[in-house]
């Protein structure tokens, strides 16, 4: 994630400008994605400005050889050992993953500064249904934006009304159903990650994760 025109698919990440810390909270605006190693190949998610002005984005694919044991969740962490969230606590400087995840009181009210919304339920629990947006996220986004818990979209596809906070399994969303047994299914989703004056500053690189269990 960086500034207007900072970013480049040939540059490595870390020598992309610093972000500057603004003086209200905002979003940051461009997002970039690299499938190997951070210095070549990037690409620049296009769909992705921050807003609800947009769909097909992001997804989460599954095959068709597993069975899930329960909902799946998308929801992000501090890192990759997936440990718990502390609302509104900023790490000292240089701060770390947990500057986004854990939000901050002033700025997004104890939520996480990482928002996203998710269509649907990928698939049905039965009848071979894939859910597949057809229209922008739409629906409440801001700094603040987030409940505690688990949110589910509508089992009769459609976004999220309200945007949800991803903090860790304090705040997340959660498939409305069990998805079928052994049918591929894709879950689309879409982000927005604000920043704010009171967040730490560092390299923040927090995890963004689909969590479920399988049998």
Same mark, same amino acid.
């Given at each position: 994630?960086?500034?207007?025109g ?6 490595a990440?870390a ?6 810390q ?7 605006p461009e ?9 070549s190949?990037g690409? &620049?998610?296009t ?5 609800t002005?947009?769909? &097909?984005q992001l997804?989460?694919s ?8 329960a909902a799946?969740i998308?929801?992000?962490? &501090?890192?990759?050992?997936?440990p718990?969230a ?5 790490p ?13 009181t ?8 990482l &928002?996203?919304?998710?269509?649907g339920?990928g698939t049905?629990?039965a009848?071979?249904? !894939? ?26 596809p ?5 945007w949800?906070s991803? !903090?860790?399994a304090?705040?997340y ?5 069990t998805?079928?047994?052994?049918f ?8 927005a ?6 967040m ?6 927090p995890?963004?994760?689909? !969590?479920?269990?399988w049998?």
């Amino acid at each position: 994630m960086c500034g207007s025109g900072a970013g480049a698919g040939n540059i490595a990440s870390a020598a992309w400008p610093p972000y500057q810390q603004p003086v209200s909270t905002g979003v940051l605006p461009e997002c970039w994605v690299y499938l190997g190693s951070d210095n070549s190949g990037g690409l &620049k998610v296009t769909t992705y400005d921050g807003t609800t002005a947009h769909y &097909k984005q992001l997804l989460v694919s599954w095959d068709n050889l597993g069975t899930f044991a329960a909902a799946p969740i998308i929801s992000a962490w &501090k890192d990759n050992t997936y440990p718990a969230a502390s609302p509104g606590t900023q790490p000292g400087s240089p701060g770390d993953g947990s500057a986004i995840v854990n939000g901050q009181t002033t700025d997004t009210s104890n939520t996480s500064y990482l &928002k996203a919304n998710a269509y649907g339920r990928g698939t049905a629990a039965a009848g071979s249904v !894939q859910d597949t947006p057809s229209a922008n996220a739409g629906g409440t986004l801001a700094g603040t934006s987030g409940t505690a818990g688990a949110v589910s979209p509508p089992v009769t596809p459609a976004w999220l009304a309200t945007w949800q906070s991803l !903090q860790a399994a304090t705040q997340y969303i959660q498939d409305a159903v069990t998805p079928q047994a052994t049918f591929a299914g894709l879950w689309y989703f879409v982000i927005a990650l604000f920043t704010g004056p009171n967040m730490a500053g560092g390299v923040l690189v927090p995890q963004l994760g689909f !969590q479920y269990l399988w049998v």
